[in-house]
């Protein structure tokens, strides 16, 4: 069974930054493009940042390019998302997924960026 679990999130203020991990267990992550996703109350979940098989090819939505960063480390089975000069929109919570064989959601991380 593959399970997603995220972790580091929490609160944090306007222009903060906040590193999110995500630990894959059951399917190796370094076969896979993985991708970032949130769902912000009320709104559909929305992708917002992939890394190709071979970490070189990065896509992020618009709304976030030049302040978040994903990385992966293959080593660890593990995905992260370094998120920088964060905004009160980025307030969500955070899902990572593999981009072409998602499988089930796991719990997310809470983003919460308030003053």
């Known amino acids: 069974q593959v399970q997603l679990v995220e972790s580091g999130g929490g609160v944090v203020q306007p222009g903060g930054s906040l590193r999110l991990s995500c630990a894959a267990s059951?399917?190796?992550?370094?076969?896979?493009?993985m991708g970032w996703y949130r769902q912000a109350p009320g709104k559909q979940r929305e992708l917002v940042a992939d890394i190709s098989v071979r970490g070189i090819t990065l896509n992020y939505a618009d709304s976030v390019k030049g302040r978040f960063t994903i990385s992966k480390d293959n080593a660890k089975n593990t995905v992260y998302l370094q998120m920088n000069s964060l905004k009160s929109e980025d307030t969500a919570v955070y899902y990572c997924n593999f981009v072409r064989a998602p499988v089930s959601w796991g719990q997310g991380t809470q983003v919460t960026v308030s003053s």
């Open positions: 059951g399917r190796l992550l370094s076969i896979y493009t």
